[in-house]
């Protein structure tokens, strides 16, 4: 790869958006050419305008960038070459900058949920369904854009996408309980104020259960061609925020198509792979790693596996309620990382490999 | 009740022992006539010995106490009016120790877990199956006892336990799924490490699972006049220990016998109540408290709801993987008062309202 | 007493407004009779209007109140016998409203810190500077006012100010050293976002050191008359935030006028007392409590002491930096009961007392 | 350097001595030849018997290695090339072992606070006191030792002796007032129960005042030859856990031995290096980094500045009480790195490369 891709990073001062430069710093593929801001920050130095909330300092190579209006017009008058953006954008604004940008002939990586649910928009976990990305060229045609709008997905659901991916290939997967555990960060800054979290836990997330039970049927669903089914299994989510600052816990229990032993589940999951993917800068090298000891996973100790990309799997067991089909779990996984700008940017790169990004 | 029953207290100086201190100062009933603490502590005076960990300063009608061995023998000569036992102790010394206590003609409220499976062992929630107390004269004739052990449940056990008992009555329960999210005062002092729980999450708490899944079923079971018979249906917990002081936090999902809309479930959980019991001196008001707005129960801020002694229920809404069967919802109990030290004195104001504490 | 003083409470909705309501439910000597908001929740109930945030529930004598404009004549109309108010209203909101309800014969305890340093403003703490109290006159007399302002101080001076008042009187205080541990709850709400307190401290409160070292010597200033002279000593403040919901720390060295032994400092901490101010209903029966433990007062198990309207301290020992005549302690206090709430109220009693409000 | 020096770490399963092994992994200059443990662990693989508490996994180098017991004869029987030791054993242990190795040849550098106000043991950070290390040939001549002891500091006084030896050395210190905030890991693992940090700070942590007092002196003290003659500045501290994981936080007052400007006391803590030490592996690139932020150094945010052997400075401004002498700000030093076992490391580098580790 000769050149790198210029890219833009839109909504480039929250924190999904430092999590996007953090992760564009030396890629092989891509190169910021441009960020984004609101009104109240265009003009701005990026470093002037951030609050940097994350490990270390404000990149040299951004530090000194001027923000611009998340305009296509705008971004590439600034940066002609610009062939890619990352979304970071709040849902409101993304609703009507995503196709702006992808009209212009800018293919977008959205964070944002506007867009997931729409038919023709693949929402995609490279290892889950790499090829929902085929639903681009339908996007296109309906759209009549060169560019397009490619979604990863909420950042709770990549927990159990990613591990009912191999069950349901391997078993099939009837119906999920999902009773999640999720950090802060998952409400962005500055989110979630002191006053409810210390010595407290939050059961209720906004519009969080839904999305979970909706986006995991398109996620585990199958594209014919013009379409993507829904996979038929039902899924059902209890969401709530706990005192963490990074790493979503989902408990799951999992009523398979037929008898599994728990070692059996704990062996599917250890050993599953997608080749095509495996080798991609961002991918961990284990798409899901299962833990032994019995306290394991934890959202500190263990958020970082696989550089954050990884889901981490604990407590393989069976679930009594659904008889020998059941089987119970633990997963985690970073939510800004693999559940947010990770997630994207591994798509970007999944779609350049496939040659969709030109 | 002219005069009130005196009382040892066994294991005074844990936190479990502390909230019996705090809960029997002034008890209309009860009256703390002796207080047992391990060998370390013998001999010194409560105020010294204990580290209090509890709100507000050591009684002081308890803070000059001389501790004693807990050792029916020494406890009977320093005080031999006494009738009835709180007991505080560890698993491994409640053993040994309440059995002692109940042949020297001592009642002991127990809330270790050592005996609380055994067949002629009540275990008891007042408004959940107040009727169990009558095993008591069966362990008696058994075991040549005059006095007796009468345990109360694991502090997980008590939410999900007075929220199935209507609904058992109403609708029956088929399945019960429960993920709990449990404070650190139910591991005791000094229980779980900061370095275990800060930015943390803990995914395992050792035989809690199987303690819940256990007590549930003997708890809404039969008694025949001779045993429990466990209920029938089947329940399925995770057990997670959350950064949360109090407060014990239970997502349910729960498949019931007919087809039935989350209001009428709320409106079952909100009148349920126990004449027998409602007027007890530590009985709350409402034995279950239904809040409709969307992000309750929270564990700071309603763990002190009827005295600590209420279980708090929220986000009633369907459970589709059940289908029409299906209701889930959140419920909150003060693991240290209702799961705990609350429990076991309501049962003893049970047991000497129906005379069986002479 | 026979009818009860009709007051006003500005700001109602806030996390100081709800302590002001909790604070006046029964109150032997006022009433609320009109609650003010901002725009966005006027002519809302107030139960509706509200986010509580502290213990327990609305209390049922508001909860159906109706939100007035913060505005005089519109709570005078609404409520013509009004004679005080309560002000939890945001700094450049009191700047405008407190002076317009004075001028309108109101006479407004307020919890801003706008006026505090006004010269012709009292800054009261009872136990302090009861006598500041006679500035009212003056500023009535200068603004042309039949109401008037009355603050009290910032939620961090309190400790300092309460210990150092006796230890001026007794030996004189020359140098302070001041290093707070302040409290979330002390920022408001949403206040502080948990990803900034969550494993972590922020050293810095806006403004927070210069309000802590000019009100601490004007409250233990003199009054000669015609102006408060500030105290001459000097004080040095370093603030921060801990993650912690309520009671501010301060760790405190102090130079004093002559040698001293830490147990004398002891002593004449826990002597303090204000006869004028002891029995009224919001005064704690020991302004100061001194406790002996080495490592005590610690926020969450001291800071309701005296409900909340203590000063605790603890850990009296020499200062040897400032040699024969230093001596070091910790200091806590409830930041939004003595330090907010519950200081406005104790000064209104005072007032109430002194027939300064009629 | 053609072969790595041979080590063995004494207390290999504490949270100290996980450390020490996540610093000597691939370490140029050391390598592990032994592990030890207390009697429980003794003969058991590494990975088996510790509960690893940092980040990661069990290094792969040391999981298969057995445990030893902490004795020189058994540790040079399995590994006869040991030259040198880290020591993380608690005090009681250390105490008696590390004599025992200086003895039988071996170098200890120690974590352990035993031996570090002993009059011939340096104690050493390298940027401060490089020179002391010659201290050792005393010690060897005295105890009739061929290995010999070399004792790094508390954990909380890092930043103060780092911060107060470009200041001494410029403008002479005076007087010192400290008050800290330390993180939970200082106190080990099991450490600080949850109970006490979960919503509070323990404004006392045993012995750590007072170590903090006598070792800045010993370390800013000059060797003359013969002995250390500690620095003649007086410095005194109050000491509080608050709940952060890792980091210590010093809020310093400084009165220094001229007038100065708050800017020329940030400069000379910038420029500060010691070109000595500046390249050795474990030295970070700046010993003291200043923040201009006004809320920095934050523990969470700062703590792994310079791979958390950085010490860093913010809030620097005029000390009042000082008059123009006097300078305040903020300092922080990962506790477990620069503070343990990161500085032992560092003082093994310095040691082999003077040639006194041979």
């Not at 017009?73 to 409101?92: G, H, K």
């Amino acid at each position: 790869m000769a050149t790198k891709v210029r890219v833009a990073l839109l909504g480039a001062t929250g924190v999904v958006g430092q999590r996007f430069i953090q992760l564009l710093q030396q890629h092989p593929y891509f190169e910021i050419a441009a960020l984004t801001a609101s009104d109240r920050s265009e003009g701005k130095r990026y470093a002037e305008a951030v609050r940097w909330l994350i490990e270390g300092d404000v990149p040299p190579e951004v530090a000194d960038m001027t923000l611009l209006a998340t305009d296509p017009a705008t971004v590439l008058a600034a940066a002609p070459d610009v062939r890619a953006a990352f979304s970071a954008l709040p849902n409101e604004i993304a609703a009507v900058a995503e196709p702006a940008f992808a009209q212009a002939g800018v293919l977008v990586f959205s964070n944002a949920s506007y867009y997931r649910m729409a038919e023709d928009v693949p929402l995609v976990i490279p290892e889950v369904n790499a090829g929902h990305v085929d639903l681009l060229s339908r996007q296109r045609a309906l759209r009549g854009w060169t560019g397009g709008i490619v979604c990863n997905t909420n950042c709770t659901v990549s927990g159990p996408a990613m591990t009912l991916r191999p069950l349901h290939d391997q078993f099939g997967v009837r119906r999920v309980f999902c009773v999640s555990l999720q950090a802060a960060s998952g409400a962005g800054y500055p989110g979630v104020p002191s006053l409810d979290l210390i010595d407290n836990v939050i059961p209720y997330i906004k519009n969080e259960e839904e999305k979970l039970e909706a986006e995991a049927r398109k996620l585990l669903g199958r594209f014919d061609g013009q379409q993507v089914v829904p996979a038929e299994f039902a899924l059902s989510a209890h969401c709530n925020r706990v005192p963490v600052l990074d790493g979503h816990m989902v408990a799951m229990s999992v009523e398979l198509g037929g008898p599994v032993a728990p070692e059996d589940v704990a062996q599917v999951l250890r050993n599953f792979s997608c080749p095509e993917v495996a080798d991609l800068p961002t991918a961990p090298r284990s798409p899901i790693v299962v833990r032994d000891e019995p306290d394991r996973p934890q959202p500190r100790r263990d958020r970082m596996a696989g550089g954050g990309m990884s889901v981490v799997v604990g407590r393989v067991r069976p679930e009594p309620l659904f008889g020998s089909h059941g089987v119970k779990f633990m997963t985690l996984t970073h939510n800004t990382l693999r559940g947010a700008a990770g997630g994207s940017v591994l798509n970007a790169e999944l779609l350049l490999r496939r040659g969709l990004l030109r």
